[in-house]
């Protein structure tokens, strides 16, 4: 099978007629993200439940659909494995979870119901089960970024005409996902800032131009074909925030046509995108552990400056080397030295009861006198 490559190309900017272009642009600007709690919601999950009476098959709904919407936020945290692990979680364990709950488009019957629902979470309540459950999770969401879906056919590449790559990828963006994905809207202004050839060829210019009208840090072309009747080719190159995109792969539906393999393409390079940033996230959370790990210890090291007596260099030798293998002491520094005695600053995390024990296993007295401490052998 044929592969195909993005290739960017840059161009200077075209003067005036580029600036003038700018300034639609940012004059119909378009919020960049939603707020951070946003996190914590699932949106507009379909319900469809038939029961003895209209307002059991709504109970029945409300169930499912916040079943639903906690698998779909913890696979959203914490991955795949964290929501299989909680599938099992009781559905009043669940329902405590809740912050809130909204229902939309709804048609109710005799005996059924359907709605679209909208669940949030208490993030205080979900990020207590998952830590209780020992479940590695993040809840730092990434930049936006701008996807542009590109369909190649035998007429050509099509930006904004109506094709399942589109509809795919309008269906599965969310600015409420841990990468949160946005596609663009497809209205005058972003005809007059892309053409499809353009986007086909990542022309650098004309992607800068969305990328500033939708407030995104990252932009990526995803471009598709079909190969057959329930088959497409799929590839998406560039920088996402979890690292780098590289991906030219055939998706193949067993049933449904191009619309269900476009789907699958567009289901798979959001979910691997999520895996770079979680990955990349979990990474940094270790690394920042692991250094408010050191500097705890830092804060907790003591240094105790002692005086050594001793009779001769000898013994001061051995007496060093007695100190040096101590427990708890992890640092021997000499400040001064003369025939008959060593001033030594002793580095340790122990108490000064803790240090006083841990020499005197050794054989060795720390001792104060006068406000100075004294260490010698018994």
Do not use: C
């Not at 700018?22 to 378009?30: R, Y």
């Not at 193949?252 to 476009?262: H, P, R, T």
Request: no cysteine; charged share 20%; glycine share 6%.
């Amino acid at each position: 099978m044929t592969r195909f490559s993005l290739q960017v190309r840059s161009h200077s900017a075209a003067g005036m007629a580029f600036v003038m272009l700018l300034l639609v642009l940012l004059a119909g600007a378009v919020p960049a993200r939603a707020a951070m709690d946003k996190l914590f919601a699932v949106d507009a999950i379909a319900v469809d439940e038939t029961a003895a009476d209209a307002t059991q098959a709504k109970m029945q709904a409300i169930m499912k659909a916040q079943r639903q919407a906690f698998l779909t936020l913890v696979q959203r945290l914490a991955g795949e494995k964290a929501a299989k692990r909680l599938a099992n979680l009781p559905d009043r364990d669940i329902g405590r979870m809740l912050s809130s709950l909204s229902i939309a488009d709804e048609q109710t019957g005799p005996t059924r119901y359907i709605a679209r629902i909208t669940i949030r979470f208490s993030p205080r309540k979900i990020t207590q089960l998952l830590r209780r459950k020992g479940i590695a999770f993040i809840t730092r969401q990434s930049p936006l970024v701008l996807v542009v879906p590109v369909w190649e056919d035998a007429d050509g590449p099509k930006l904004w005409e109506d094709n399942p790559w589109l509809k795919a990828w309008r269906a599965l963006a969310s600015e409420h996902a841990l990468v949160p994905v946005t596609v663009p809207v497809g209205d005058e202004v972003d005809r007059q800032a892309i053409s499809a050839v353009q986007a086909a060829q990542a022309d650098e210019t004309a992607l800068q131009v969305l990328q500033m009208r939708y407030g995104a840090e990252y932009v990526l072309v995803a471009i598709a074909r079909p190969v057959d009747e329930n088959a497409i080719q799929a590839a998406m190159v560039g920088r996402s925030p979890g690292g780098k995109v590289l991906f030219d792969k055939t998706y193949v539906a067993e049933e449904g046509g191009l619309d269900a393999a476009a789907r699958q393409g567009a289901a798979r390079f959001i979910e691997v995108m999520t895996l770079k940033w979680r990955q990349k996230v979990l990474k940094q959370l270790a690394r920042e552990r692991a250094q408010r790990a050191a500097a705890a210890r830092a804060a907790q090291q003591q240094r105790l400056t002692v005086i050594v007596p001793f009779h001769s260099l000898r013994e001061w030798q051995q007496l060093r080397a007695r100190i040096s293998t101590v427990p708890g002491i992890n640092g021997v520094d000499v400040e001064a030295l003369s025939g008959t005695h060593a001033v030594v600053r002793l580095g340790t995390a122990l108490s000064t009861p803790a240090l006083k024990q841990a020499l005197g296993n050794a054989g060795l007295l720390l001792r104060n006198s006068g406000g100075r401490w004294y260490l010698q052998s018994y």
